[in-house]
């Protein structure tokens, strides 16, 4: 009974009491507090949390005293107007960025020094080789496409881009069209659609080409000396790696997957960003690369602006 006191104490007061933080103005009578807590005496059992609401209000009372209710009201519109706010910021900066992308894909398709370069491999390992590179111009002129001979077998991949074995039997190795590759990428900004793995796999060449010249200069070095060193191979392999990298950095790569995708605007919550999107080509260094242009022309259109109103916007195309 002492309990039961207690709880019928407490709940009084929360039943009567302005609700707003600290505050201790009666908005209800406990007199009819008591008489409508009689007709729902379960409010009291102990597993019950009573919380006040417009449901077990008693007598409908309000839950605020004047004061606290104008406070609160008050509250209420400074938090929607900074929401409002915060809404028109970030419309305003995807509408700048939406501008940005547009921009960027127009100039590249403009631009003189902007190539588009694709391979195709034989997997999507960290060894697996090149067996089809590609280069075209902006304006879409074939710089560069051929077939290479990986060394070794092409295996599943061939599934995926359709290029077999006998199809690369007699087509060059990357060293003999790396000069012409050279030639095709100085000075120009090498757009790749996910640069990340495409540069990889030119990377993997670039070492395996520089490294029988290394390993050549090293042995010569020994044999000058009189002695074999420890570590002939890891020397090779780091000189190797370090003229690949040489290579890589004489060329302005720039990827058009990320801002591809963050034009489309298609967003993952799992991935906490866009989603990528995948290249509508053909499997083929050529047909990619035309992908790729096409991807920029889409991006590269005029964005049809219409006035802010609220906290929305709109650009037409690049939603």
Not at 146 to 167: M, Q, Y
């Amino acid at each position: 009974m002492a309990k039961k006191r207690q709880r019928v104490a407490a709940w009084l007061v929360e039943a009567t009491t302005c609700v707003g933080d600290g505050c201790a103005v009666k908005v209800g009578a406990q007199t009819k507090a008591r008489a409508w807590l009689a007709e729902r005496p379960w409010l009291l059992r102990p597993e019950v949390t009573y919380t006040p609401d417009v449901s077990s209000r008693p007598g409908g009372w309000p839950w605020r005293c004047p004061a606290c209710a104008a406070a609160e009201e008050q509250r209420q519109a400074e938090q929607q107007a900074l929401y409002e706010q915060q809404q028109r910021e970030q419309a305003l900066a995807a509408q700048r960025e939406a501008e940005e992308l547009r921009a960027w894909a127009a100039a590249a398709l403009v631009a003189r020094d902007v190539v588009v370069l694709d391979t195709e491999t034989t997997g999507l390992h960290s060894e697996a080789r090149i067996v089809e590179i590609a280069v075209l111009g902006s304006d879409g002129e074939v710089l560069l496409d051929t077939l290479l001979n990986p060394g070794e077998p092409i295996g599943e991949a061939s599934e995926i881009h359709g290029i077999t074995d006998v199809d690369v039997v007699s087509a060059p190795v990357f060293s003999a069209v790396l000069d012409r590759l050279s030639a095709v990428l100085d000075g120009k900004r090498c757009l790749i659609y996910n640069d990340v793995y495409d540069v990889g796999r030119l990377r993997h060449e670039l070492t395996l080409h520089f490294l029988d010249p290394a390993a050549r200069e090293t042995a010569a070095m020994s044999a000058a000396e009189g002695e074999v060193p420890d570590g002939l191979l890891e020397r090779a392999l780091y000189q190797a790696r370090e003229r690949a990298e040489q290579w890589l950095a004489s060329v302005r790569f720039e990827d058009v997957m990320g801002p591809y995708s963050d034009w489309v605007g298609e967003w993952s919550e799992y991935h906490g960003g866009n989603r990528w999107q995948p290249l509508q080509g053909g499997h083929r260094a050529a047909e990619d690369c035309r992908a790729v242009l096409e991807c920029l022309r889409a991006m590269g259109r005029p964005i049809r602006q219409e006035p802010l109103t609220g906290a929305g916007w709109s650009t037409g195309e690049a939603s």
